[in-house]
Each structure stands twice: as C-alpha cells, then as structure tokens.
C-alpha cells in the first residue's frame, strides 16, 4: 500500500496464507465475538444459559443460507434458477469449476437471522422481540468485520473520487482513486453497535423489547441505502437503475423500523419498573 496526495494505492492481498482468506477470518471473528457478547448479555441478565447454547446453530445456518439465497435469487436469478445445484455448491458446472461461495448478499442473511431468530426464540420460548434486541448489536459489530473483509478483497467499492482518500484498487484493474465505500459502511457500522451497545447497557428506565431492534433497522439500513450513492453497482442490470439492488431492499426494512418504533413510541419506549420496597 502507499499513499500519494491525492489517493491510496491498495494493493493487499485478499489471502493470509495459502488459502486462508482475510474475508474468511474476519467472518469467524465477528461469528466468535458476537457469540461472546451474547453470552455476557445472558450472563448479566441472570438469564438461563442454555439460551446461550441454542443459539449460534440457528443463526449460522441462517446467516449463511439467507446471503447465499439472497444473492442468487435477488442479483442473477436468471443463471442460478436456470442452475440451481450451484446455489448450494460451491462448483461451477459449465465448464467444472471450484468457485467457492462467490456472492453472499447481507439482505438476504438479515431475512435469514429473522427466521433463525423466531425458531430460536419459540423453542426457548423467549419473547421474540427481546431475542432480536440483543442479537441485532451482534450483528452491527459483524457488518464491521464483514466490510473490512470486503476492503481486503478490494471488492463492493465506490465510483471515482477527487477526495484525498480515495482508493486505487489495484488487484481490480483501477487506475483511478474510488470512494472505499468498505470503510464508510465500517465506521458506520461500528459506531452503531457502539449506540446500541450503550443503549442495551441503560439501566434504569429499560426500554421496551424492540426498541434496539427497531433503531437497528433504521440506522443500518438507512446508512447503506445512502452509501449505495457513492457505491458502483454491483451487477450490469442495475446501471440504468434510479435506485439499486441494495438500495430497494433496504426501503422496506428501514419502514419496517420505523413502523416498529412509532408502535413502540405510542405504548412508550420505556417499561416502568416498580421501585423496590
């Protein structure tokens, strides 16, 4: 990497060694941290820990199928209905291949958490808005990590840019500097779970399940559908697009908040807690 006046030139490699990719670690990190901070929050609700033991299963089956379900069925539907055994290999079949998971998409994965969660949530039977409250904090920290990731790969970055630190993205064959949109949804992202965290730690009076969750939707959300302005597209369909992929599949999960959180207002947002005698 070095830097000139006017840009950076990123030339990382996406691998630590052999072929173990940062993409990789970045994803085991946030999976293994977010599992941490879950378990703490069961901790310091006195809550039993079997709710801790359940968990991970279900989310990272969801994770994982939904941004992989996401991706195939809301970016190139057309090629992977047409071979649908390729969604769930890792294989390219025409002409045979070892491709890996090439495309996981994080509105997909949110919709996938959704699901888990309410399985979870129903067999441990815990209110699913509490479920949600908690996990959602966890997964804004993930979307730092992933990001970061996708800045190593060189990939999901922003068109050209003027501003000092634009990135010239070697590896992808750039020799103009591009916005690193990978950072701008980081930083976002962490600052997010940095609020939300704080909000969860709020004692006295506690907010009403779904509250964080709702915040959640809204600030995510609605941080990357404004990134998605500076963002290249991801796929050539969205080129003539007013709006992109990731921008439409945002709309409804930031109204989604929105919708949840003025419910939430008129009942009020916090839970009065009768005082101790």
Not at 207 to 218: E, K, N, T
Not at 224 to 235: A, D, L, T, Y
Request: glycine share 8%; aromatic share 16%.
């Amino acid at each position: 990497m070095t830097h000139n006046l006017l840009s950076v030139t990123w030339d990382a490699s996406p691998y630590i060694f052999w072929g173990l990719r940062w993409y990789a670690l970045m994803f085991l990190i946030s999976f293994a941290l977010g599992l941490w901070i879950y378990k703490n929050m069961i901790l310091r609700e006195h809550r039993p820990i079997s709710l801790f033991d359940n968990v991970w299963m279900p989310v990272f089956i969801a994770t994982i199928a939904g941004a992989r379900l996401g991706h195939c069925l809301f970016y190139d539907p057309g090629y992977f209905l047409a071979h649908p055994l390729e969604i769930i290999l890792p294989v390219r079949f025409s002409p045979f291949e070892f491709v890996g998971y090439q495309g996981l998409a994080s509105h997909g994965a949110a919709v996938g958490i959704l699901l888990g969660l309410y399985y979870y949530s129903r067999k441990n039977k815990v209110p699913y808005l509490w479920t949600l409250d908690r996990v959602v904090i966890t997964i804004a920290l993930a979307g730092f990590f992933i990001r970061m990731g996708n800045l190593m790969n060189s990939e999901v970055y922003g068109h050209e840019t003027n501003l000092p630190w634009g990135f010239i993205f070697v590896r992808r064959g750039e020799t103009l500097p591009k916005h690193p949109t990978q950072i701008y949804e980081a930083l976002c992202y962490l600052l997010i779970f940095i609020f939300l965290y704080m909000l969860y730690l709020k004692k006295r009076p506690p907010f009403r399940d779904g509250v964080i969750f709702s915040l959640f939707l809204i600030l995510l959300f609605g941080a990357r559908f404004c990134i998605e302005f500076v963002k290249e597209v991801q796929e050539d369909f969205e080129k003539n697009m007013i709006l992109d992929m990731g921008q439409i599949l945002s709309i409804p999960l930031i109204l989604a908040g929105v919708i949840l959180l003025i419910g939430l207002y008129k009942k009020g947002l916090t839970v009065k807690v009768k005082p101790k005698k």
